[in-house]
């Protein structure tokens, strides 16, 4: 994307700055493509473009008086200038009253009035990522205006405080806040008070300094931040996590309805092979999400080595499992106890090097549908493993070192996956899937 970036703003040195946008047809659309043309001021539009790509010049200001009235326009992007500053002064979009899509972002430095989006009642999308924006363009009121926004990203910014305005009670609308790659350290109590009473399709607030590993001096320190607020997607991947902290903040969040959790490259999580300065989760790290009705969790490209006996149990409404690329080498009797409305389980990418008796013996009352155990190093399986699990269809067996399996009664599978390892043959037992396709 970087090189792409690149050859475009290299390629426009060459063309003149006087360069004519022409709008052509696209599925009935007119768009009107003026991307890495050297302009450095908006040039003349077709009044009756819809779609308008600015992106890749050197625009380093934008006025009330760049834009004339364009009815038509509903997309606009002014992403990655290389002016190296974009200013947006006052009522700059006024004219573009039915512009529904907005990209400023990638300009690295950004300069916003307070009123830039005045007259933009019908954007529902607005990228302001990538423009070292800090904390006031949440508390400043820049939104108020923006009374159909769905989805604002503020990704990749230099944002350490999570706390809107008063005006963000106005954007009752507003169900996708993207907040990747800042400096967020904490959210607690009443920082999101404005949000208060939203549904969020996608909270992200992956790749910051989360951490809650100082205690708190009491239960009131640092309460629920996303009381009255209910969340679809979560996303707290790639934060500085550890078992501890981890617990901690789940424990705040007590109550919140979370529909799908990703806790990606969790940091400190998981003692990994050879280690045993860290932990692995627990019964109790997620017990403060007991009350959440989470359906997904994704905690996948870890270091967690030991699935201990009911980590999972306060999930009985969980219907997929991630566990994918970690360090898994150990599965405790009961690890899956209280999953009982699991479809999809997937352990591919982990150390395991035997599958026993008792390690799916939790599962046997679970719906599941999709078990996947590629990629590891399971060299056995023991006998009445797998039994059971009369709902699995797929089993995914592909890039292991098993040489047979053992016969048993799966009366639903439909495919099974094998092979992966060059040189090598399997013994699948007839018994198990009569009516299956083997791959």
């Given at each position: 994307?970087?090189?792409?970036?690149?050859?475009?703003?290299?390629?426009?040195?060459?063309?003149?700055?006087?360069?004519?946008?022409?709008?052509?047809?696209?599925?009935?659309?007119?768009?009107?493509?003026?991307?890495?043309?050297?302009?450095?001021?908006?040039?003349?539009?077709?009044?009756?473009?819809?779609?308008?790509?600015?992106?890749?010049?050197?625009?380093?200001?934008?006025?009330?008086?760049?834009?004339?009235?364009?009815?038509?326009?509903?997309?606009?992007?002014?992403?990655?200038?290389?002016?190296?500053?974009?200013?947006?002064?006052?009522?700059?979009?006024?004219?573009?009253?039915?512009?529904?899509?907005?990209?400023?972002?990638?300009?690295?430095?950004?300069?916003?009035?307070?009123?830039?989006?005045?007259?933009?009642?019908?954007?529902?999308?607005?990228?302001?990522?990538?423009?070292?924006?800090?904390?006031?363009?949440?508390?400043?009121?820049?939104?108020?205006?923006?009374?159909?926004?769905?989805?604002?990203?503020?990704?990749?910014?230099?944002?350490?405080?999570?706390?809107?305005?008063?005006?963000?009670?106005?954007?009752?609308?507003?169900?996708?806040?993207?907040?990747?790659?800042?400096?967020?350290?904490?959210?607690?109590?009443?920082?999101?008070?404005?949000?208060?009473g939203h549904h969020l399709s996608l909270l992200d607030l992956s790749s910051n300094r989360l951490s809650y590993r100082e205690p708190w001096e009491n239960e009131y320190t640092c309460s629920n931040p996303f009381y009255n607020i209910t969340?679809?997607?979560?996303?707290?991947?790639?934060?500085?996590?550890?078992?501890?902290?981890?617990?901690?903040?789940?424990?705040?969040?007590?109550?919140?309805?979370?529909?799908?959790?990703?806790?990606?490259?969790?940091?400190?999580?998981?003692?990994?092979?050879?280690?045993?300065?860290?932990?692995?989760?627990?019964?109790?790290?997620?017990?403060?999400?007991?009350?959440?009705?989470?359906?997904?969790?994704?905690?996948?490209?870890?270091?967690?080595?030991?699935?201990?006996?009911?980590?999972?149990?306060?999930?009985?409404?969980?219907?997929?499992?991630?566990?994918?690329?970690?360090?898994?080498?150990?599965?405790?009797?009961?690890?899956?106890?209280?999953?009982?409305?699991?479809?999809?389980?997937?352990?591919?990418?982990?150390?395991?090097?035997?599958?026993?008796?008792?390690?799916?013996?939790?599962?046997?009352?679970?719906?599941?549908?999709?078990?996947?155990?590629?990629?590891?190093?399971?060299?056995?399986?023991?006998?009445?493993?797998?039994?059971?699990?009369?709902?699995?269809?797929?089993?995914?067996?592909?890039?292991?070192?098993?040489?047979?399996?053992?016969?048993?009664?799966?009366?639903?599978?439909?495919?099974?996956?094998?092979?992966?390892?060059?040189?090598?043959?399997?013994?699948?037992?007839?018994?198990?899937?009569?009516?299956?396709?083997?791959?």
């Open positions: 994307m970087l090189l792409w970036s690149l050859l475009l703003l290299l390629g426009a040195a060459a063309n003149a700055a006087t360069q004519n946008c022409h709008p052509t047809f696209m599925k009935s659309i007119v768009v009107s493509n003026c991307q890495a043309q050297g302009h450095s001021t908006v040039p003349e539009i077709d009044p009756s473009t819809e779609i308008l790509f600015l992106s890749f010049n050197r625009i380093s200001d934008i006025m009330e008086s760049s834009f004339p009235r364009l009815e038509n326009i509903r997309t606009l992007t002014l992403g990655l200038q290389g002016s190296g500053f974009l200013h947006v002064g006052e009522n700059a979009f006024r004219n573009l009253h039915n512009l529904t899509f907005l990209d400023l972002g990638g300009n690295k430095k950004i300069s916003l009035h307070l009123d830039s989006f005045s007259g933009l009642r019908k954007l529902e999308v607005l990228l302001l990522d990538s423009n070292g924006i800090n904390d006031t363009i949440l508390e400043r009121g820049y939104f108020r205006h923006l009374v159909s926004l769905k989805k604002l990203d503020l990704s990749a910014n230099q944002i350490k405080r999570l706390r809107p305005d008063p005006t963000f009670q106005n954007l009752k609308m507003l169900s996708s806040l993207h907040l990747k790659l800042n400096k967020i350290e904490l959210v607690c109590g009443e920082d999101l008070q404005n949000l208060h969340i679809e997607t979560l996303d707290i991947s790639s934060n500085p996590w550890n078992v501890e902290s981890a617990e901690r903040f789940f424990t705040t969040v007590l109550g919140t309805q979370i529909w799908h959790l990703k806790m990606q490259y969790p940091g400190g999580i998981g003692r990994s092979f050879g280690f045993s300065n860290l932990q692995d989760i627990g019964a109790t790290t997620f017990s403060g999400l007991n009350e959440s009705n989470i359906f997904s969790l994704d905690i996948s490209h870890g270091s967690l080595f030991e699935l201990n006996d009911y980590v999972f149990f306060v999930f009985p409404q969980l219907n997929v499992l991630n566990l994918a690329f970690n360090k898994i080498n150990k599965v405790s009797h009961h690890a899956f106890a209280g999953l009982q409305s699991l479809v999809m389980l997937n352990l591919s990418h982990n150390l395991l090097g035997e599958i026993y008796s008792d390690s799916f013996e939790s599962l046997r009352s679970s719906p599941i549908r999709y078990l996947s155990l590629k990629s590891n190093h399971i060299g056995a399986i023991q006998y009445g493993a797998l039994s059971g699990l009369d709902s699995i269809q797929t089993l995914d067996l592909r890039d292991n070192s098993l040489l047979q399996i053992p016969p048993t009664q799966l009366p639903n599978l439909k495919q099974v996956l094998l092979g992966g390892k060059p040189h090598q043959e399997h013994y699948w037992h007839p018994d198990i899937c009569r009516q299956c396709n083997t791959y």
